[in-house]
């Protein structure tokens, strides 16, 4: 079938921050020589040493600096949405978002997939007993080897990375108008494995386990409790700020 399904495991790009200090990236236009009195000028219409009329612009140069300086020099950066160096990384994912959301949303939630190979001799076995509360085991198949899902590495993928979306009538609702993600053939080729109806079955099970550790007593007194040694005051600190989201902002002016 022309779709994606919950439990498709897939290859999607994974973007990180390369450093701690977000590195941000602007385009400036270059200071230009007066062609009159051959010094430099800024982005202006006259030369600000002997008032000549100056070219228009014709190229610009990337600045790239962290956001503590940006800061730093009260730069308004977040006055638009920034752009930053990212590492970019093809990384397996397995698809959490059931099917009618991977056709009506903007966003694609996935989890990612581990390699066996990455953990202990011990966790390895852990894993494939399911006594590993955050790693569900898969059975290698075709290309895949044995891999775990990580249910603590979700993230969400946006929709026009893995297909493009389109309107149709559809003949089992009516005629009545729905979306559709019809996926690009480059995610179709790399597509690794599908759930049957039994894993998707252990899936939710899984999930469901993960999300709410129900081995755990709940009404134990100290379930939530802090742990006494554990390091306090003073915190830690960081030398960039966010803003607070701009809906937030505007609610508390």
Known sequence: MNALFQGDVIVVPELAHRD??????????RKRICKVCQKKVEDKRLCDH??????APDKNELKITG????????????AKTPEVLANLKSVAVMIESHGCDIDRQGDISVWQIRPL???SREQQESVKMGDNGSLMFLEPVGQLPPCAIDFNASFTVPAWVLGEGRKYRSARRGGAEENALIPFQEVFDQR????SQAGLKRLWEFKIRHLTRFEFELDAPDLEEDDPSRPGAPLPSRPWRLP???WIAASNS
């Open 20 to 29: 701690r200090d977000p590195r941000i990236v602007t385009r400036e236009l």
């Open 50 to 55: 002997c008032q000549a009329q100056l070219p």
């Open 67 to 78: 956001l503590k300086d940006r800061q730093a020099a009260q730069e308004d950066v977040f």
């Open 117 to 119: 190979t990455a953990l």
């Open 192 to 195: 690794l494995a599908s759930l």
């Open 244 to 246: 607070y989201p701009k």
